[in-house]
């Protein structure tokens, strides 16, 4: 049945209705045509927690990232943060947000009172500048993050001393994994 532009508003009916066009034969069908020729391939990571310790990649004391996602076409990165002990995150500004998931343990931010733990999803907004810690007796904190664009390092005045983007995580990565002996292009299957 076609959607209707004059009918009610129905809350209950959804407006893309093609699931009640689909007869049930069809509904478990793969597509069944090219997928775009531009669209990259998919990346599917089945040990995103990594058995094999040389895929972190150390960034500070104390301080590694694990890399999932680096997307150099849209300039942003998805990667696991390990902070292990008292480690600290060095004190920086997002200019775009950054999306995190905290997997194992808990840290916070010494700009704010509030404590991301176990299971806790956190947004953090465009222009905010913060310092990420974890605290005694957290031996050990792993958090999902998806940063857009770069991380400014600033010291306490917000006066920069560095950046990241997705450019410079691509560059340790190389470095690490030459390395470590996976070889520098073991990066590559992380990149679209
Ligand atoms: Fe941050």
């Excluded at 010291?155 to 994994?177: M, N, S």
Aim: proline residues 8%; negative net charge; charged residues 25%.
């Amino acid at each position: 049945m076609p959607y209707d532009e004059n009918e009610e508003s129905d809350m209950t009916t959804p407006r893309n209705r093609t699931d009640l066009r689909e007869s049930t034969d069809e509904a478990r069908l793969p597509y069944r045509h090219a997928q775009p020729a531009e669209s990259p391939p998919e990346i599917v990571i089945p040990d995103a927690l990594p058995a094999d310790e040389r895929i972190w990649v150390p960034q500070a004391e104390n301080v590694w990232f694990r890399p999932l996602c680096l997307s150099a076409s849209r300039g942003y990165w998805v990667n696991l943060l390990r902070v292990r002990k008292a480690g600290v995150l060095s004190r920086h500004r997002h200019p775009q947000p950054v999306h995190g998931f905290v997997l194992k343990g808990s840290w916070r931010y010494l700009e704010h009172d509030w404590v991301a733990t176990e299971g806790a999803y956190v947004y953090e907004a465009p222009g905010e500048t913060h310092t990420l810690v974890v605290d005694e007796p957290v031996e050990e904190m792993v958090t999902l993050f998806q940063v857009n664009g770069c991380m400014i390092y600033v010291d306490p005045d917000g006066r920069q001393l560095g950046y990241e983007d997705v450019f410079t995580k691509i560059d340790l990565c190389r470095a690490h994994y030459a390395d470590i002996g996976l070889g520098a292009d073991y990066v590559d299957q992380f990149i679209r």
